[in-house]
């Protein structure tokens, strides 16, 4: 039960905390969408208070989607890294299309996709999501939810996507 409570303070203060980022005013929305990147690797099947990292993970990003304004016009995407499939070689799974957000269509996206187990690697996952950031209009919420442990390639391709980026993505984490 203090995990879901936990879980729950931790979505809806990102939420609190992205919400002015979302608003629109009168003249000019200030974002206009979301990425949430969401570690599914090896090292998440360890246990935080009896629950698995994945699962823990796939909750936050769920208690985030649900808290989400659905009356501001936003896109959205989710994308899972760290997967094991001997198909994709950058081992990044993209669950949710960067497309306009709908509850409930982005729910049943999470709910195809099981736990995985493959090396973390964040540095790609970041490359999979540059397109998604670069065609979006205007501001963007780029959401990391990871235990932390991360590949080499990840710091250089964080600085890559911030270069090529500026003033587009605000870099939220949950740890």
């Known amino acids: 039960m203090k995990t879901k409570t936990a879980l729950a303070v931790i979505a809806v203060a990102l939420v609190v905390g992205l919400v002015p980022f979302f608003q629109a005013s009168a003249q000019q929305q200030k974002a206009f969408g979301f990425v949430i990147l969401i570690d599914q690797s090896v090292a998440m099947k360890a246990t935080y208070h009896g629950d698995s990292k994945h699962r823990l993970a796939r ?3 769920k ?4 808290a989400v304004p659905t009356s501001i016009p936003l896109k959205g995407s989710i994308y899972m890294y760290g997967i094991q499939a001997s198909d994709r070689a950058d081992r990044v799974l993209k669950v949710q299309g960067h497309k306009p957000f709908n509850l409930g269509q ?3 996206s999470m709910k195809d996709v099981g736990p995985q187990a493959g090396a973390s690697n964040l540095g790609e996952a970041l490359i999979e999501v540059r397109q ?5 209009n205007g501001q963007l919420a780029l959401i990391i939810i990871s235990d932390g442990s991360f590949d ?3 710091e250089n391709e964080a600085k890559s996507l911030k270069k090529a980026t500026p003033f587009k993505v605000c870099w939220y984490t949950v740890l």
């Open 152 to 154: 080499p390639k990840a």
């Open 59 to 61: 909750k936050c990003a």
């Open 63 to 66: 208690e985030f989607l649900k």
């Open 132 to 136: 998604d950031i670069t065609e979006n």
């Open 106 to 108: 982005f729910l049943q």
